[in-house]
């Protein structure tokens, strides 16, 4: 059927009949509009002359304006046509705020298209629509949590819609705090379900099963991770280093006052959404990277945890998670001096000596459940100074310090902290505190192993319900800031990581308890591949690392003269 045509002056009476329920015009008008998309002049006039009638939209008249922003292909319109339409829609909104919610939507949608010409477009109108309706800037984060891509969505579509919405930061940085919490939670929901087992093992399969060295795919990017979740987080990684860096630096010069903002806005997300997400591998690196910009920001981050940690009115999962943090941002951190490391241990073992004395003036409960901030402390301890211990033995009065904290009646109290912590520390710990003479520790590591039997602890003596909990799961094997394994974003982490170096080559190695060890570290081999690698991204090689892992396996019960570590505690030696 033939559909006649309509001239301009004819909208108004289109409108008009739609209103009375007789579509003819109307449906003529959207297909004049259809076939006159590429026509310039066309849309200008049709755009000016809505404009000037935005009365007719008083009963809404919803299904046109739907049309309008998603049936015409707005990337290919001339920039003359664009501001065209949104001075129309402007022009409507000034006149009813309701329409607001639906363009606002349209807006955000062209934040998704790989066009730049269309997101100078949607920027420049959004920062007028904003002045001109400055309520409209409380739809904008429940808008863009709406429209933001799911993480499933292709790659280039991601980065671009992140990268828009950190542009729209720098004309609406009142609103910066919430946007960066949408940001960051999708990128906690890419990565929790990249964790880096899933990643290495994704690597160890390409390497084994496609990689053939042809031209073609030596042409291929090298950095591109195989892990699909994987891939698309570590290109979003990279434009947050880069947007930090870009607040951060201001021709070659730090600003302090600016990071200064920007890192509460992140301290907040942090303990709001990176702390309690269990499991997350680099989005907390965000936190990592910052700190390193100035002392202030990495000591008010180190006392954060602190207080959270000592906090009675916090739970005990996000107390230990606290410390957590805390301990491996100082193992790990090469910008934290080794003299703050010393302060912050020794608020550490104070804490742990003034636990001991409450605990001998009163007689307490032996559940180790009871004891848990005790023995998460300890651990921080141990872990901190297996990473940093040669730093400080470098100190004058380095060695005498550490026998001030006087470990050896914290680590032979009631609570036996050695038979809690990991193995991998503990033993590891046991082998340097040896070698430097601050404390023995293998005749209470033998006394546990000859003692170790499957026990019951009562998670809660108000009740009657138990669960069975080995002693060595009571604590948490997550160190989140183990190595950054994504491999373009780590150029930013890379020059400010301290990487574990095995030192067993250089240390006077014994058979001691190796034998009687062995069996102890094969049943905790699934809570230490939660410590894995130490090297970070391009340095490493996936099946270097996988393979070693697996030789080493095989040969552990050959080597009783090494410790079972290779390059991190918890990572078995590869010869």
Not at 451 to 465: A, K, M, T, V, W
Request: with cysteine; charged share 20%; hydrophobic share 40%.
């Amino acid at each position: 059927m033939l559909h006649t045509t309509i001239t301009i002056d004819q909208i108004q009476e289109a409108f008009d009949q739609f209103n009375r329920g007789q579509k003819y015009l109307y449906n003529n008008l959207i297909t004049t509009i259809k076939d006159n998309q590429t026509n310039e002049i066309y849309l200008v006039e049709l755009f000016d002359e809505l404009r000037d009638n935005v009365d007719l939209f008083e009963n809404m008249n919803e299904q046109f304006l739907d049309f309008l922003q998603f049936q015409i292909n707005w990337t290919k319109q001339s920039k003359v046509v664009l501001d065209a339409f949104s001075s129309f829609q402007i022009t409507l909104i000034s006149s009813n705020t309701n329409h607001t919610e639906r363009y606002l939507n349209f807006l955000f949608t062209l934040f998704a298209i790989p066009e730049t010409s269309i997101h100078d477009f949607a920027h420049e109108t959004l920062q007028q629509l904003v002045l001109i309706v400055p309520l409209a800037s409380n739809l904008l984060c429940s808008i863009a949590d709406h429209q933001f891509p799911f993480m499933t969505k292709d790659k280039d579509i991601q980065i671009i819609y992140i990268k828009n919405l950190l542009r729209l930061l720098s004309y609406l940085s009142i609103e910066r705090l919430r946007f960066l919490e949408i940001i960051l939670s999708k990128l906690i929901r890419m990565d929790v379900h990249a964790s880096r087992q899933d990643i290495l093992h994704s690597e160890r399969y390409y390497i084994e099963n496609e990689l053939v060295f042809s031209l073609e795919q030596q042409q291929h990017d090298t950095n591109q991770m195989k892990h699909d979740q994987a891939d698309k987080l570590d290109c979003l990684m990279y434009s947050m280093f880069e947007y930090i860096t870009n607040i951060s630096m201001k021709n070659g010069k730090f600003n302090y006052e600016q990071t200064k903002l920007l890192f509460k806005d992140l301290l907040n997300i942090f303990n709001k959404l990176i702390l309690p997400t269990h499991d997350s591998s680099h989005v907390q690196f965000l936190m990592f990277y910052i700190c390193s910009f100035h002392t202030n920001f990495s000591d008010e981050f180190m006392n954060n945890c602190w207080k959270i940690f000592v906090s009675p009115t916090v739970s005990m999962t996000f107390r230990q998670a606290a410390i957590c943090y805390l301990c491996s941002l100082m193992a790990r951190a090469n910008y934290i001096s080794i003299k703050s490391v010393l302060a912050i241990t020794q608020s550490m073992v104070d804490w742990l000596h003034v636990y001991i004395n409450t605990l001998e003036r009163n007689s307490g409960n032996s559940n180790p459940n009871r004891h848990l901030p005790f023995y998460a402390i300890c651990q921080a301890v141990l872990y901190i100074f297996i990473y940093r211990h040669q730093e400080i033995v470098r100190l004058s009065d380095g060695i005498q310090t550490i026998i001030q904290w006087r470990l050896s009646r914290i680590i032979s109290s009631e609570l036996n902290p050695l038979k809690f912590c990991l193995p991998a520390i503990t033993l590891r710990f046991a082998q340097l505190a040896r070698n430097y003479q601050i404390v023995f520790c293998y005749s209470i590591i033998e006394t546990n192993n000859r003692y170790s039997l499957p026990e019951l602890f009562s998670i809660d003596d108000h009740h009657n319900n138990t669960s069975p909990l080995l002693p060595s799961n009571i604590l948490h094997s997550y160190f989140p800031f183990d190595p950054y394994v994504l491999k373009r974003s780590s150029i930013f982490i890379r020059p400010i990581y301290i990487d574990y170096r095995d030192e067993n080559e250089d240390l006077n190695t014994t058979k001691d308890l190796d034998d009687r060890n062995q069996q102890d570290i094969d049943d905790s081999d699934d809570i230490l591949t939660s410590m894995i690698m130490s090297t970070t991204p391009n340095d490493f090689d996936p099946t270097d690392r996988i393979s070693s892992l697996s030789i080493s396996i095989k040969n552990s019960h050959h080597r009783s003269s090494k410790l079972p570590f290779g390059r991190s505690p918890g990572f078995r030696t590869v010869s």
